[in-house]
């Protein structure tokens, strides 16, 4: 799977943005997406995760109701809306592709590019 990550920018705090991820290559349908974001300095954070049928979508505590994922597997399409932009959601997001879990946790295998977030104060 291939997965091409899109809609970063620069939005003053407040504002929203709304990031898109596109697989290509293979169905996406069968997988779990998560959306997962760099600082510059800061390790990797978890931001979100939604299951193959949108069933499941578990968020990060620090976007916890101001992001929303979703997904459209006929599409091929997984869509992250951020709403109520923080100057400390700044950094680079990443979307990832798991397809199996390994001690626990998923594991992500298919990363895209990355699309940067620049929120100013």
């Known amino acids: 799977v291939q997965l091409q990550a899109s809609g970063g920018g620069l939005v003053q705090a407040g504002g929203s943005l709304r990031l898109s991820c596109a697989a290509s290559?293979?169905?996406?349908?069968?997988?779990?997406v998560g959306w997962f974001r760099q600082a510059p300095g800061k390790d990797r954070e978890f931001v979100a995760r939604?299951?193959?049928?949108?069933?499941?979508?578990v968020y990060g505590d620090s976007v916890k109701g101001r992001f929303t994922i979703s997904r459209d597997n006929a599409k091929n399409t997984v869509n992250l809306q951020m709403n109520n932009l923080k100057p400390e959601d700044t950094a680079v997001y990443y979307c990832?592709?798991?397809?199996?879990?390994?001690?626990?946790?998923?594991?992500?295998?298919?990363w895209g590019q990355g699309t940067e977030v620049t929120v100013s104060s």
């Open positions: 290559g293979r169905t996406f349908s069968g997988y779990v």
């Open positions: 990832a592709a798991s397809g199996r879990i390994v001690g626990g946790r998923w594991e992500y295998d298919f």
């Open positions: 939604i299951g193959w049928n949108s069933g499941i979508k």
